[in-house]
């Protein structure tokens, strides 16, 4: 089992950059794809980006392609979401999740376990 904690959330102008940062507990974070989502209010939980175990590999939203970056140091145990160029359409409550098992690919759906989430807001 792993426990994920998200931070790096806040308040920032359109235009601006923020990084999130997950956090995840155990000695097998390198066994895990990950994956970053977000919920709006009153919007359902939509995809933004996936990385495989290695970090070699990743994929992306296409409303965040360009524009946000994902990563992780499996050596710290902690994944990535640099976010540049914000948009006020960026503004939600954003949750990293982790999946074991499968392929060394990335996933949109399927995640095992789930962080707590950091709100994100954008101002225009």
């Known amino acids: 089992q792993v426990q994920l904690v998200e931070s790096g959330g806040g308040l920032v102008q359109a235009g601006g950059s923020l990084r999130l940062s997950c956090a995840a507990s155990?000695?097998?974070?390198?066994?895990?794809?990950m994956g970053w989502f977000r919920q709006a209010p009153g919007k359902e939980r939509e995809f933004v980006t996936a990385i495989n175990r290695s970090g070699g590999r990743t994929l992306y939203a296409d409303s965040v392609k360009g524009r946000f970056t994902v990563s992780r140091d499996n050596a710290k145990n902690t994944a990535f979401l640099q976010m540049n160029s914000l948009k006020p359409e960026d503004t939600a409550v954003y949750y990293c999740?982790?999946?074991?098992?499968?392929?060394?690919?990335?996933?949109?759906?399927?995640?095992?376990?789930w962080g707590q989430g950091t709100q994100v807001t954008v101002s225009s």
């Open positions: 999740a982790a999946k074991g098992g499968g392929y060394d690919r990335m996933y949109t759906t399927g995640y095992d376990y």
């Open positions: 155990g000695r097998t974070f390198s066994s895990y794809a």
